[in-house]
């Protein structure tokens, strides 16, 4: 439910939301993730959000970020 809103909000200010894409790599410029490479081409964006479950690990240490990601199983 809680995606669904943000999803709903982002639409409503003007935002595009990109799903079933296969991410290969991040594009950083001046330290900000700016972008994407997908198998579908380059897609710029002012904003990106990354929710590419157990590939995220990688694609954020491809752009040099670090972040303690584990997998919860419940």
């Not at 669904?4 to 799903?19: H, L």
């Not at 997908?38 to 710029?44: A, D, M, P």
């Amino acid at each position: 439910m809680l995606v669904q809103t943000w999803a709903r909000q982002v639409r409503r200010t003007g935002g595009r939301i990109r799903t079933t894409r296969r991410v290969l790599s991040l594009l950083v410029e001046g330290g900000r993730v700016t972008g994407a490479c997908t198998e579908e081409g380059t897609i710029l964006a002012g904003h990106v959000v990354l929710a590419a479950g157990p590939e995220s690990d990688a694609l954020l240490r491809q752009a040099g970020v670090a972040l303690p990601l584990t997998n919860a199983h419940r």
